[in-house]
């Protein structure tokens, strides 16, 4: 999601004067034209053209029948001058509802660079991969089937791919660095919800938008865009939040980060007695944000005894040893504990979910090497799918699914500048957008969902980060925050998956 993808080479034959002799050197003269005709390499572009190709879907849920369209498509969206930038893939479930405006649900991940893959196949939609277990997938077939926790009955689903990834590409003129950045990907999205409104005449449908992990910073800046464009939403879920890249540096991120560390140790039996998790948290977040942060604050002025007594208490909480985390200054990052954890059982866990498991070549490394959770999953959902959007839907195009689209959008080729709604350019920070859209839409409702297992966006960090938002009580009291004991793709795991559905179809209730 960054010179064009879609350039085409011309292959010139070597021309001739008129004269007949051949051209000294191989750079022909300025008047000569090739007799040869040019030659186009087969290049499979993304057409202007939108396509929709619904089908009649059923599945069993909950001791009756949920029938529904889905529709695949294309939705072609343009600039200022009409020009076509991009096409964006979308799959839309729908329901009829004579006498009733259903709401209607935008749903996206984020990388920056991935596609909706995994909200589309693992999370809300009438069709779901078996991720049920944390350990690797069992290799093909891989198992999908109907969703008894799907939003569906609640309200309409258009999952969406992001530019350059999924079956989402550039169009025109436009080449990957006119659509990848914090703002130049917030335009995109805008206009993608205000195209697919105007196509399918949702304009007066009640509007919620899900944005997971990237798709949070994305999420905040585009309820604030869309009510800037006269699009008003009901309520919008961040899942795995992270709203400010400023906070995951220094300090503040090691704060943010050690009651997940905590959880972590928890649940892999590294603390004594194991107490009930939920007051174990607590304590944790206790310490992190008043004896640990002002330790942190210190730096090297911290004498050695507190020193000394601060890394105890942390060892007590987060199953390190206080040598280690002494030796680490009080700051161990997430990579480096994924790895020291476990190190006695010669495994390391999971950033995405700490609970998966993995090894390493050998026992002297300071940090992972791989994500274990990401190895386990990723064929499986690639797999299902590619055999559920081609084979079961038989959707029709020439284009490949593209899961992520990584290696264009990482290694500083996305601007994570963002102009905020004051005008003032600076690191990616969208919460203020958040902040600004429930100023100006104080009805609209926001939810929190966070795993405690998540080692790529800790819950501390999403607390920290909506509590610091400058807004007053009475709207700081329209953030509701939820918890569930697993990573940061919670809808993969059962238990937390059946409790998410609940969670979200009580929100759903408020915001309207």
């Known amino acids: 999601m960054r010179s ?29 034209k090739s007799d040869a005709p040019k030659e186009e390499k087969d290049v499979v572009k993304a057409s202007v053209d939108e396509d929709a190709q619904p089908v009649q879907r ?3 849920f909950h001791g009756r029948t949920l029938a529904y369209t889905v529709t695949p498509g294309h939705l072609t969206i343009r600039n200022e001058k009409g020009e076509p930038i991009a096409s964006m893939f979308y799959v839309a479930y729908t329901i009829p509802s004579p006498g009733r405006v259903r709401p209607v649900t935008f749903l996206f991940n984020g990388g920056p660079g991935s596609s909706t893959m995994w909200l589309h196949m693992g999370s809300f939609g009438p069709m779901k991969v078996d991720a049920s277990n944390p350990e690797t997938i069992p290799g093909p077939p891989f ?33 990957p660095k006119d659509l990848f950045g914090v703002d130049n990907d917030l335009d995109a999205f805008t206009r993608t919800v205000q195209r697919y409104l105007t196509k399918y005449q949702r304009w007066n449908s009640p509007k919620f938008i899900i944005g997971e992990s990237y798709g949070t910073t994305r999420a905040a800046g585009l309820v604030d865009s869309l009510l800037n464009a006269g699009v008003q939403v009901n309520g919008v879920t961040f899942m795995s939040t992270v709203l400010s890249f400023a906070d995951f540096q220094g300090d503040q991120s090691m704060i943010n980060f050690l009651p997940t560390y905590a959880a972590d140790a928890w649940y892999h039996g590294k603390i004594p007695g194991k107490p009930p998790l939920e007051a174990f948290l607590q304590q944790a977040r206790d310490f992190a944000s008043g004896p640990y942060a002002l330790a942190l604050q210190k730096g090297n002025m911290i004498s050695p005894d507190e020193k000394q007594q601060v890394a105890q208490q942390m060892a007590q909480l987060t199953g390190l040893s206080a040598d280690y985390i002494g030796r680490s200054n009080l700051r161990v990052d997430p990579s480096r504990f994924r790895r020291e954890l476990l190190r006695d059982r010669h495994e390391m866990i999971g950033r995405i979910d700490s609970r998966f498991l993995g090894t390493e070549p050998d026992l002297v490394g300071d940090s992972a090497d791989y994500d274990p959770q990401g190895s386990a999953i990723t064929g499986g959902f690639v797999g299902a799918l590619n055999d559920y959007l081609f084979r079961d839907l038989g959707y029709r195009t020439p284009l490949t699914y593209r899961p992520n689209n990584y290696a264009q959008t990482q290694g500083g080729n996305w601007s994570f500048q963002h102009k905020s709604p004051d005008g003032r350019q600076q690191i990616a920070d969208t919460s203020v957008d958040l902040a600004d859209a429930m100023r100006q839409n104080p009805r609209m409702k926001v939810l929190s969902v966070n795993g405690v297992y998540d080692l790529a966006t ?41 409790k998410l559905k609940a969670d979200l179809a009580a929100f759903y209730a408020s915001a309207m």
Do not use: C, W
């Open 4 to 32: 064009s993808l879609l350039a085409i080479a011309l292959v010139l034959s070597a021309p001739a004067y008129a004269s007949g002799q051949a051209a000294a050197g191989d750079v022909p003269p300025k008047d000569s």
């Open 58 to 60: 059923s599945i069993p």
């Open 143 to 175: 198992r999908y089937g109907p969703n008894p926790d799907s939003l569906l009955d609640v309200s309409d689903l258009v999952f969406i791919d992001a530019p350059t990834t999924g079956l989402s590409r550039e169009l025109g003129k436009a080449e």
């Open 458 to 498: 800790p819950f501390h960090g999403a607390e920290y980060e909506f509590k610091h938002m400058a807004l007053e009580p009475q709207l700081q009291a329209n953030i509701r925050y939820t918890y569930y004991p697993a990573g940061h793709m919670m809808y993969i795991d059962p238990v937390s998956a059946q």
